[in-house]
């Protein structure tokens, strides 16, 4: 319509807000036609070593390859409708020397899908970077905090120290396993290769010979750089793709309980960590005062919807019946797209988040201070058997203690365990007060936290490598 903007109409998210430029054009229509295209040209580039096809036929060819005219094959389409045999005509009519030599033996799947394998492999290599990126972040962030102690919630209830440092490192572990499993699924990645329309490659055979069909696919996956599956049905196997988007939606879940803790924790009644936020953001329309973890909560938001994406690819793969059927395609268009576009988005905002983290020491001092000491009764009880105690007597005394000072607390007042434990004549019999101060110090209480951590980090730059800016 005249004079309609192009946000008149729907428009995905993940065309303008979210995700990377990069990510945006790996996925793009016309990225993807131009890699159709380039297969194209390749399978007409082998097939002149077979004299089906002439050099000034691949000239023509070659000069228009990059020439996508998107308008011109969905008009085509319009007609047709079926759209890879929309761009062959449309790059056949730029070439009318060498169009007639297009697509000699193959089926759109040996377009199709060697396309999306190269696609997935330009997809990981964008996610398994800013992955690395994150990581090092994260490695720096443990380092720094590796020693800093801080109190350890299980089941959201404050419980004994730990370090931040650990905490992070808690992450990070998670983290590198994705990254691991990523590198797995790179390194595995398969098109169909060059087999026609359920597989077997006889229209190849027709052309050049079935005793060349094997160094005719060996050609094919050099000059694409692509290994190829030895067999499939029309399609490339959809296993690969629930593989894919299962390491994908790993990722997602860690990327979730990173955000999902920091929530958390930047909440106020914990509020020692923040995500960055602008000099100039605004938290709430309605409440000026609002500072909302956005970042964390898109993560979160976003993960959800990657997270029940292996579901649909799990149905791809189980009900493609026989040779193939197409009820996988549509989806497909934005199934693969999608889960890479947030996968980046996810990542770009975490990196985001761990690079501007803000620790509030004050608030990390303040929770030690209210709860760190219950933790401590447990190092008070075994210094008390040792000493010779009955430990069932001092259990029962500390639990005591230690209600009260519940109750204390939930009054609003400060924590009063370690005073009045170091009253309690009965204690003091078996531990002085020195040396209950000494088994109440919480930076001795967090047992490995800091030298597991720093091990993790150290782990995390030898496998990453250099830091990526």
């Given at each position: ?38 297969i194209w040209l390749a399978l007409a580039e082998v097939q002149a070593g077979y004299g089906l096809v002439r050099e000034d036929q691949l000239e023509e060819l070659r000069r228009n390859v990059q020439r996508v005219d998107v308008q011109r094959a969905l008009e085509i389409e319009a007609q047709i409708h079926h759209d890879l045999m929309a761009e062959l005509r449309a790059y056949a009519e730029q070439c009318p020397l060498g169009g007639g030599a ?110 060349r069909l094997d160094e005719f696919e060996a050609r094919m996956s050099a000059r694409l750089e692509l290994n190829f599956f030895p067999v499939s049905g029309q399609t490339y196997p959809r296993k690969q793709d629930y593989r894919l988007l299962c390491a994908l939606a790993g990722l997602g879940a860690s990327l979730h309980k990173f955000a999902f803790d920091l929530r958390q924790l930047q909440s106020a009644p914990i509020g020692e960590w923040s ?195």
């Amino acid at each position: 319509m005249e004079g309609m903007s192009e946000f008149d109409q729907y428009r995905s998210p993940y065309s303008w807000r979210y995700a990377s430029e990069e990510m945006r054009r790996i996925w793009s229509e016309a990225g993807k036609r131009r890699l159709w295209r380039s297969i194209w040209l390749a399978l007409a580039e082998v097939q002149a070593g077979y004299g089906l096809v002439r050099e000034d036929q691949l000239e023509e060819l070659r000069r228009n390859v990059q020439r996508v005219d998107v308008q011109r094959a969905l008009e085509i389409e319009a007609q047709i409708h079926h759209d890879l045999m929309a761009e062959l005509r449309a790059y056949a009519e730029q070439c009318p020397l060498g169009g007639g030599a297009l697509h000699l033996g193959a089926t759109s799947a040996d377009i199709e899908d060697n396309a999306d394998a190269l696609r997935i492999r330009q997809a990981l290599a964008v996610i398994r970077r800013d992955l690395s990126a994150l990581l090092l972040t994260l490695a720096g962030q443990i380092e720094e905090h590796a020693a800093l102690p801080v109190i350890g919630f299980t089941h959201l209830q404050p419980a004994e120290p730990t370090t931040l440092g650990y905490r992070l490192a808690v992450y990070a572990q998670d983290l590198l396993e994705d990254s691991r499993a990523l590198a797995e699924i790179d390194t595995n990645l398969r098109g169909k290769g060059f087999k026609g329309a359920v597989g077997t490659g006889a229209s190849y055979a027709e052309l050049i010979g079935a005793d060349r069909l094997d160094e005719f696919e060996a050609r094919m996956s050099a000059r694409l750089e692509l290994n190829f599956f030895p067999v499939s049905g029309q399609t490339y196997p959809r296993k690969q793709d629930y593989r894919l988007l299962c390491a994908l939606a790993g990722l997602g879940a860690s990327l979730h309980k990173f955000a999902f803790d920091l929530r958390q924790l930047q909440s106020a009644p914990i509020g020692e960590w923040s995500e960055p936020f602008g000099e100039k953001q605004v938290g709430s329309s309605a409440m000026p005062f609002k500072r909302n973890p956005i970042n964390a909560e898109k993560i979160d938001s976003l993960a959800r919807a990657l997270a029940v994406m292996p579901q649909v690819a799990w149905g791809n793969a189980a009900n493609s019946l026989l040779e193939r059927t197409l009820d996988d395609s549509a989806n497909r268009r934005s199934l693969l797209p999608e889960a890479f576009l947030i996968t980046d988005e996810l990542l770009v905002s975490a990196r985001r988040i761990a690079r501007g983290l803000r620790v509030d020491a004050a608030a990390v001092q303040r929770n030690l201070r209210a709860y760190a000491p219950f933790a401590c009764t447990e190092r008070i009880l075994m210094a008390l058997a040792r000493a010779g105690a009955d430990r069932n007597a001092m259990h029962e005394r500390l639990r005591l203690h230690a209600q009260a000072a519940w109750r204390a607390l939930q009054e609003g007042q400060e924590n009063p365990l370690i005073a009045s434990i170091e009253d309690d004549e009965a204690i003091l019999r078996y531990l002085s007060a020195g040396e209950i101060d000494r088994l109440t110090d919480v930076s001795k209480y967090t047992g490995l936290a800091e030298a597991r951590a720093r091990e993790l980090a150290a782990a995390i730059r030898l496998e990453m490598g250099p830091e990526i800016e």
